[in-house]
């Protein structure tokens, strides 16, 4: 009988350099990528669903920015993959079958998700019934916040038909109260807690900025305790997207001319290496009220799971 794929997640939290993370892992020799599969579930259940609540918070324009024009921009006209789906078809336990079914022909499968999109521990029964090593890319909520409030504004400012638009005027906790923004490192860390009591479970903690400043050695490092086989030449790859024809994902997700892509997805899936990132210059006492919330939350959350992360020295 043909062995079983390894099964990897890799959990996140938005703006912490997952997507980069991802396109390095897809030029593993026989890999499968899964590419945020619960995170599709999370927009499906939100925006193709039937229940009257939903839709009627989908009123709200400053929800609806975050998956705006994706009914208005044609996946027909995209030269799609046989390997994405129609988002609407994609439900919790659609994923959950999927990543059940026996994939004999591969070595590995990588499945990138937010921690955001199972909620912590509350929907870990929509998580696979196999053996899987889940791994856990953080980043300096800092960085990561900030990061999310730029995005937010140029996601706000194409949805007004602008090209830019001052972060001033995006408040991440007042603008956006129906997306958990300000609870992405409390799912994060309740994800984690719970992974660490998963019978024959050690969550690997890898931290972002860490990474990106000595690739040489901590992607090794992550590659070895995952069992992944590690070369150099995953230092670097190419870059053009074409890789992602061979992710498992949404259409609506890979769509190019829409504002999800463009503004969450497009610099990542244009990547070739792991950029070193400047040292954080800022205080949380020095940041916007918004930011200062949120960071100051997830702060000391963020510390905990660092203590835990693969170290440079060790």
Excluded at 210 to 217: M, S
Aim: glycine fraction near 2%; hydrophobic fraction near 35%.
């Amino acid at each position: 009988m043909d062995q079983e794929p390894r099964t990897i997640f890799l959990w996140s939290t938005p703006r912490s350099l997952s997507s980069v993370f991802t396109k390095c892992i897809s030029f593993v020799d026989n890999v499968q990528i899964w590419f945020e599969p619960y995170s599709c579930a999370f927009s499906n259940k939100i925006y193709h669903s039937d229940n009257d609540y939903l839709k009627s918070e989908l009123n709200n324009p400053t929800l609806r920015g975050l998956f705006d024009k994706q009914d208005k921009e044609p996946t027909s006209t995209l030269k799609s993959s046989r390997n994405w789906f129609e988002e609407d078809i994609m439900t919790y336990p659609w994923v959950k079958a999927q990543l059940e079914t026996p994939e004999p022909i591969k070595s590995f499968r990588f499945i990138k998700n937010m921690a955001y999109n199972i909620n912590g521990d509350i929907n870990l029964g929509y998580l696979p019934d196999i053996k899987c090593q889940h791994t856990f890319l953080i980043r300096n909520p800092l960085r990561a916040y900030s990061s999310c409030k730029v995005a937010l504004a140029a996601s706000k400012a194409s949805s007004n038909g602008c090209e830019d638009m001052d972060t001033k005027r995006v408040n991440m906790v007042e603008n956006y109260p129906d997306f958990p923004i300000n609870t992405f490192y409390d799912t994060l860390y309740k994800l984690w807690r719970a992974v660490k009591t998963m019978e024959g479970n050690v969550p690997v903690v890898i931290d972002a900025d860490e990474l990106c400043n000595k690739p040489d050695i901590l992607l090794g490092k992550y590659f070895e305790a995952v069992g992944l086989p590690w070369s150099q030449k995953y230092l670097s790859w190419d870059a053009s997207g074409d890789i992602t024809k061979k992710w498992r994902t949404s259409k609506e997700r890979m769509n190019p001319h829409s504002e999800l892509y463009r503004v969450w997805y497009k610099t990542a899936i244009e990547s070739s290496r792991f950029i070193p990132t400047n040292k954080c210059v800022l205080s949380v006492d020095e940041l916007p009220r918004d930011l200062r919330e949120c960071v100051s939350k997830a702060m000391p959350l963020y510390k905990e799971i660092f203590d835990s992360r693969i170290k440079i020295n060790d």
